[in-house]
């Protein structure tokens, strides 16, 4: 087998990974917006904020 030491580390693209959520959740709220209103953007808004809590709860 090869020796795998040589390898230089992984880049850290966590804040790539949020920024493209940012960006991705913006559009596809702009989306239901423009569809069904802004009520369905604030019960989406509040849906993956419940989501996101319970992954904090969950990881700590």
Request: with cysteine; proline share 3%.
């Given at each position: ?35 069904w209103g802004l009520l369905a953007v ?16 969950v990881r700590n």
């Amino acid at each position: 087998m090869r020796d795998t030491h040589d390898r230089p580390s992984a880049p850290d693209f966590t804040q790539a990974c949020v920024v493209m959520f940012g960006v991705n959740l913006t559009w596809v709220l702009m989306v239901i917006w423009a569809v069904w209103g802004l009520l369905a953007v604030a019960a989406t808004g509040w849906a993956v904020h419940q989501i996101i809590n319970r992954i904090d709860a969950v990881r700590n």
